[in-house]
């Protein structure tokens, strides 16, 4: 991500809408493959996030306990149905 972008992002309320095309124009000079390829193969997040969430769920309920081979099968456990 280009740093322009990211400093625009941090300051979102400071930017107008005509602002926001102006950095998606930049934005495509920037990194033109990467805007073509998400084009091409639309892969999303959603379902990795799922798995980080669930894995961080299990890891809060299980505080206090110290024995990594006990969370591991907890871990395995949630994923298999």
Do not use: W
């Not at 280009?2 to 400071?14: A, S």
């Not at 798995?51 to 809060?60: D, F, S």
């Amino acid at each position: 991500m280009c740093m322009f972008i990211m400093l625009e992002k941090e300051n979102e309320h400071l930017v107008s809408p005509m602002d926001n095309k102006a950095c998606f124009q930049r934005c495509q000079e920037c990194q033109p493959s990467g805007i073509l390829n998400h084009c091409e193969y639309p892969i999303h997040t959603g379902r990795l996030e799922g798995v980080n969430n669930k894995i961080k769920v299990i890891k809060r309920r299980a505080y206090g306990f110290d024995d990594l081979r006990y969370f591991s099968l907890k871990i395995i456990q949630a994923f298999t149905n």
